[in-house]
Structure formats: C-alpha cells, structure tokens
C-alpha cells in the first residue's frame, strides 16, 4: 500500500511538471511559430530582395562574424587560464566576464564610447591608425563583441575543465612544449565547447540592438549605408507598423533557426564518430 502511495504522489508531480513545463515551452514556440507561418514565401522573397534588407543582413552577420572571431583570438587564451590557472584576482575576472549579460546594454553602448570615443583615450589611439568606432562598422563589431564575449569565455572555459589535466602533464612529460600542448591536446579535446560558445556568440551578436544602437546607428558598409537587422526590425515597425516589420522579423528568425539546427546536427555527428 505504501508503495503504491508513493508511486500516485510521483505520477501526480509528473503530470504537474509536464503541465508547467509544456506551458513554458509553447510560450517560447507560440510566438515564434506564429510569425513563421504569418507571411507568404512570396512575401519573404520580396523582403528579402530588398536591398535595404539584404545588405543589413549581410553586415549584421559580417560584423557579428568579425567579433567572434576577435572573441577567439582574445578570449580563448583567457577561458584557458580561467580554468588551468589559479592568480590573484581570478573571482574578480570571473565576475567581471558577465558583467555585459546583465547591464542593460544602451548603458553599454555608452560606456562603450566613454573608452572608443574620438574625445578618449583609446579612441584617439585607433584614430591615428583610422579607425573610428562612432557610426562606422568598427562600432558595431566592439558593440556586438562587448555584449557578446560572455558566451565564448563560459563555454570555452567549461570546455578545457572538462579536459582531464593529467593528459597535459603526461604530454609535458614526454617532452611536449606547453604550445605543443594546448594545440594537439587542450584544444582539440576543448573544440567542441569553444564551436559551441562560437555559435552563441554569433548569434548574440547579431540580435543585439541597444549598444549598437548608442554606437553606430547607420554605417557604411562596403559603399552603403545600413543598420544591423535589430534596428531595421524597430524602424520599419516604429515608422509603418506591424504588417510592414513582418517579413523582416520572420527572415531574421528562419535564419538564427537554420544556424542552431546545422549546429545540433554537426555537433551529434561529430559526438557520434
């Protein structure tokens, strides 16, 4: 009787957290399911042959893309050292690594352009070099890096603690140099945490609108002057309404979806193998 007490308060707690977590679910599917099938592939075309819209686009993922890859020459250096070393002032790092994900980032755009400004010190450095960061593509890459880093560092870090340290000291042992070591042992055994931080980081980047925002409103990119899909997204819907914001939201959404699917699928490939 005690037993089959126990197993009914169980299903009953089952069926309570299915029903919460069915709940949580479909409100993060509903909105998005919803906008998918709201506009017509012809609608979508026409969108997206826009050159408004494409060149955004393709300047959103280009600089999204730019600093991620600056993430990765910087960052996984630091993600390594976060997790093999012990230093003073590691607990403040470590705060200070999430720091981007919790203030609000129009209050970064601005203390962005506090250090990056043509008035400030590092502004006045890359000026020389000319390299501007107000309204320029400059901006926008160390706006969508700053709100962005938090991903790669994390995952990177979590991904050389996962690797077994006693595979670098036998290494060392046998006569590896410590660069040796990282590059036929740490990092290929850490890649797949770091690809993974990579693809967040892009991602990250690329929705981000409020550093952006403060930084480089429009920019030109290539020979024409565009904002980041964020801004677009808020313009079109601010000046003309829902209906003419639609197709856009939705393009954005099919391909952040597409970027997340190649990920899950090359990732279980390669953990398959």
Known sequence: MGLKKKVKKTDVMTLVFVILGFSMALFIAGPIIKLLFSSSLGTLQTALLEKTVYISILMTAYSAAFATVIGLIFGVPLAYLMARKNFFGKRIVEGLIDIPVVIPHSAAGIALLFVFGSRFLAGRFFKILGVSFFN???????????????????????????????????????GASSWQTFFRISLPLAWRSILSGCIMMWARGASEFGAVLVLAYHV?????????????????????????ARPVTA?????????????RIFLRRRKAK
């Open 251 to 263: 393009i954005v959404i099919f391909i952040s979806l597409a970027v997340f699917i190649l990920l």
């Open 136 to 174: 320029s593509i400059a901006g926008v890459i160390i706006a969508m890096l700053f709100v962005s880093i938090p991903f790669l560092l994390n995952a990177a870090r979590e991904g050389f603690e996962s690797v077994d340290v006693r595979l670098e000291k036998v290494a060392r042992t046998l």
């Open 220 to 244: 030109n990119f290539f020979g024409n002057y565009a904002c980041v899909t964020p801004i677009l997204v808020a313009d079109r819907f601010n000046s003309f309404g829902l209906e003419y």
